[in-house]
């Protein structure tokens, strides 16, 4: 086991170096640097912005530059954000907690909101409680996350005004009282994102139990007397939640893409908006290792999704 | 002795998209204490709707009983919830499945879905229940039982797993064991052997077995009694001698004539005579006699009449116009 992830690891270098081309090729390719901004500025000597420009190595050619960024990767510097004015991987290690928060409580609730209602719409083929369940799930995952979070904040901050509608990571309150505050405060994004993520996961869920639940060894158990529940958790669920583990892993990219998006809704101060900020004032530092970090993290969700799998398969061995 | 499971009258229809399918039809059938009875027929005839039947192990909807009764050790069985039933599944009435290779479950041992029975019906701890696991994989010879015990389905070939399947439905020591064709997916070699093992386990635990199978031969070496399906109704049941050396619906008569047989000498060999045509949809079945369409002797009042189950000789019934005296000039 420990010999295969470590195999996978080792695998996921060359696929990260890939990756990190690529993205190094995009962002030199697309207009605009980090100085270009002191062109339009009078205050600037043009003698100065060329030798900051040769300091920083920004008109070497292109490999040059991506071998200069690979080597300080390495050695552990990420780069400095000349916007923010500080290390890029401080910058990310303050924004990254709020994202990974939210975007955990997010597909926490959406696995317990899809794995029941999935499964109990199965047992029940086209029962009213099926029917609702997929029209709500259908619903679900045609609304835009931009658009349902735009909706949350009309009704519950600005009509109801039950929920502030700015996420801040300096709250005025210690103890309990902050905890309370933090929650309060994520309930929105975590439930736009959730019950997004919940209703395709949902359609999901129901089609892999249905597609268990004829199976032979399902009419085996049933013959057993084990009874429905015991039939349904132990026979069918097991089997289901297979494919549904590849499905989760998979979508791990279109949650972070997602993330972004309600981040800047919400404005949570997370990398997601990060990202954002970033690429609009042309911070190529913090864009290219943000966008590094999303990578890693895909990278790391199917590397557990395939350990999953093992542990789920006995007929996967894990070598 | 009233019978250990009897069924009257039993019809299971599927409700689809073209309208009812009659699977089953009015289907008569009783078992003894201790007996072996086939039931034989095409693909398609009924067979494994009716053995489902009795524990309500097809799908519902679209399948529904419509009619009779199945009755067990005096209890009638229609009428029971699925819960209720649960009392009679393994304990009572222990299932073999057709397929080895699919009715195991892939990501369960084969030792927990045998002891997992074991522990639904019976007071016995997680460790007896392995205990009388390792001992039920001995009886039904795999070897080195207490080391496969913990392997998965996909460890073990098409014959070992059917011997897994036939300790799974041993393992609560039921009356009565329904096995819905269990050699059908495996090599010739292996289908000897695995009946040879039914029989020796059906012997030593004296309950009675009820054998689906669409052979003829697997009929000749193991069945007392035999009945003979088509199109989801009973067409003849008699004694395996009595069937076999007195046939009398054409029916039965095709599919003794369309054994192979290697007894004559090569002048006396003839093509292998077969039945034309194929089992009809049961939607909307034609009225009279359902093998009527693909019948050599087939007459007017067949097409008209449906024909009865009636007793031709003691313990011989059959369902023909053929013979039938009633008919008057007609036959």
Sequence with gaps: ?319 | MAPLLEIKGLKTHFSTDDGILQAVDGVDISINRGETLCVVGESGCGKTVTAMSILKLIAMPPGRIAAGQIIFEGRDLVPLTSNQLDEIRAKEIGFIFQEPMTSLNPVLTIGEQIAESLRRHEAVTRKQALERTIEMLKLVQIPNAEGRVHNYPHQFSGGMRQRVMIAMALACKPKLIIADEPTTALDVTIQAQILDLLQDMKERFGMAVMLITHAMGVVAETAQRVVVMYAGKVVEEAAVDELFGDPRHPYTQGLIRSIPRIDLDSEHKTRLEAIGGSVPILINPPVGCRFAPRCKFAMNVCTEKEPLLREVAPGHRMACHLGDTSLGGAA
Excluded at chain 1, 30 to 52: H, K, R
Excluded at chain 1, 279 to 286: A, M
């Design chain 1, 1 to 319: 086991m420990s010999q295969y992830v470590l195999r996978r690891l080792l695998i996921a270098i060359p696929s990260l170096l890939g990756i990190s081309v690529v993205l190094f090729v995009v962002l030199a390719l697309a207009p605009g640097d980090p100085f270009s901004e002191l062109a339009t500025n009078p205050n600037v000597p043009p003698e100065v912005q060329a030798a900051l420009r040769a300091k920083f190595g920004l008109d070497d050619p292109i490999y040059l530059r991506y071998l200069h960024w690979l080597n300080a990767m390495l050695h552990g510097d990420w780069g400095f954000s000349f916007v923010s004015r500080m290390d890029v991987d401080q910058l990310i290690l303050q924004r990254l907690p709020a994202t990974l928060y939210v975007i955990g409580s997010a597909q926490i609730l959406a696995l317990l909101i899809a794995i029941p209602v999935g499964v109990y719409a199965a047992t029940r083929p086209y029962s009213l409680f099926d029917q609702i369940a997929n029209t709500l799930a259908f619903v679900g995952f045609s609304l835009p996350t931009f658009f349902t979070g735009i909706l949350f904040i009309l009704i519950f901050s600005v009509t109801l005004d039950w929920l502030p509608f700015v996420y801040t990571t300096d709250i005025k309150a210690t103890g309990i009282r902050w905890v309370l505050e933090m929650i309060r405060q994520a309930i929105m994004p975590v439930a736009v994102l959730g019950l997004f993520q919940a209703a395709s996961m949902t359609r999901f869920v129901r089609s892999a139990m249905l597609d268990v639940i004829r199976l032979d060894y399902v009419t085996t158990a049933r013959a057993k007397g084990l009874g429905q529940a015991t039939v349904i958790v132990k026979h069918v669920m097991r089997n289901a939640m297979i494919p549904v583990v590849t499905l989760i892993a998979l979508q791990m990219p279109a949650v972070f893409g997602g993330a972004i998006v309600t981040e800047q809704i919400f404005r949570i101060p997370g990398i997601g908006s990060l990202l954002i900020s970033s690429i609009l004032s042309n911070d190529t530092p913090v864009v290219m290792a943000v966008t590094f970090v999303f990578a890693c993290l895909v990278v790391l969700f199917n590397l557990i999704a395939d350990v999953l799998y093992g542990w789920l398969d006995p007929r996967i061995s894990l070598r």
